[in-house]
């Protein structure tokens, strides 16, 4: 096995590149004080945690009062009966060195597969149309073929999850993707330069 597993928590490979990492640089969060950014990486990571317990048949343990409205929005949309066939599953593309974890993927009534991931943010990013086209790439390249992506955005107030549901689109990520490197990457220094 090319990973580490510390403490049930899979290590990243060294040398890749998470998806979220790539696209954070496109996404309006980048704007947003880094405070708050803390904050909201601890309320998703807490929310996660909780609904991977509940998935996992551990159940509903202590949820913090600020966090309660989202974890019964998530199970408005888990009362319905999910099929659960992966979660928390970190993905790799050996050939762009890329990387990515799902929340889950579930099995369809028709046998298909989707990719399910959870958002707690305010409101829904252009961004998470490309996540769900890298996770759809990145699973296919380890043989699990996905028909589509959904995200599921958790209510704060407790209500009906919104979800957003789309085909995945991989080339339009890997244009990103392209953008990306050539802006953001470490390159080596040109010795023309000096």
């Not at 496109?26 to 909201?40: G, M, P, R, T, Y």
């Amino acid at each position: 096995m090319l990973e580490r597993i510390i403490s049930g928590k899979r290590i990243m490979k060294k040398g890749y590149t998470r998806v979220t990492e790539i696209l954070h640089h496109f996404s309006e969060i980048k704007h947003v004080d880094a405070l708050i950014l803390e904050k909201a990486a601890a309320r998703g990571t807490r929310v996660h945690s909780i609904c991977e317990g509940i998935m996992k048949g551990v159940g509903v343990y202590e949820v913090e009062p600020h966090l309660q409205g989202y974890i019964n929005s998530f199970l408005l949309w888990w009362m319905d009966g999910h099929e659960v066939i992966d979660i928390e599953r970190r993905f790799y593309c050996d050939t762009h060195k890329i990387s990515g974890k799902i929340d889950m993927i579930i099995k369809n009534p028709d046998g298909s597969l989707t990719i399910a991931d959870f958002k707690t943010s305010a409101n829904p990013s252009k961004t998470w149309f490309l996540q769900g086209s890298a996770y759809s790439y990145l699973a296919d390249v380890e043989g699990i073929k996905v028909k589509d992506v959904m995200f599921i955005k958790l209510s704060k107030m407790g209500k009906e999850p919104i979800l957003f549901k789309h085909l995945p689109d991989e080339k339009l990520f890997f244009k990103v993707f392209d953008v990306y490197k050539y802006f953001y990457e470490k390159k080596p220094e040109d010795p023309k330069n000096d």
